[in-house]
């Protein structure tokens, strides 16, 4: 069982910087694979980036270049550090877990976060 916390979202100007955490239980928070979604209102939820326990990433096209995902094993926690945001970031953003592999779909992550929302005011 994990469960994640997610803190630092808030409102912020049209090219600003924010960074997002998820905090993470458990003892095999290395193992898994996590995944950062976001959600605007009457929109799906999307993967925005993900990584993998070794550390690789996924980034969608729209986040390439101004978003960056990180992970501190040793602090159970992941990172998404946004830079050059964006009115059309604004969204409800979600940390999720799963084992195995990286998948882009909402439905294949097994633990999610309560969500942070972000706004980016333009």
């Known amino acids: 069982q994990v469960q994640l916390v997610e803190s630092g979202g808030g409102l912020v100007q049209a090219g600003g910087s924010l960074r997002l955490s998820c905090a993470a239980s458990g003892r095999t928070f290395s193992s898994y694979f996590m995944g950062w979604f976001r959600q605007a209102p009457g929109m799906e939820r999307d993967l925005v980036t993900a990584?993998?326990?070794?550390?690789?990433?996924y980034y969608a096209d729209s986040v390439k270049g101004r978003f960056t995902i990180s992970r501190d094993n040793a602090k159970n926690t992941v990172y998404l550090q946004m830079d050059s945001l964006k009115p059309e970031d604004t969204a409800v953003y979600y940390c999720?877990?799963?084992?195995?592999?990286?998948?882009?779909?909402?439905?294949?992550?097994?633990?999610w976060g309560q969500g942070t929302q972000v706004t980016v005011s333009s």
């Open positions: 990584i993998t326990d070794g550390g690789s990433t």
């Open positions: 999720a877990a799963r084992r195995y592999s990286i998948s882009s779909s909402s439905k294949d992550y097994d633990y």
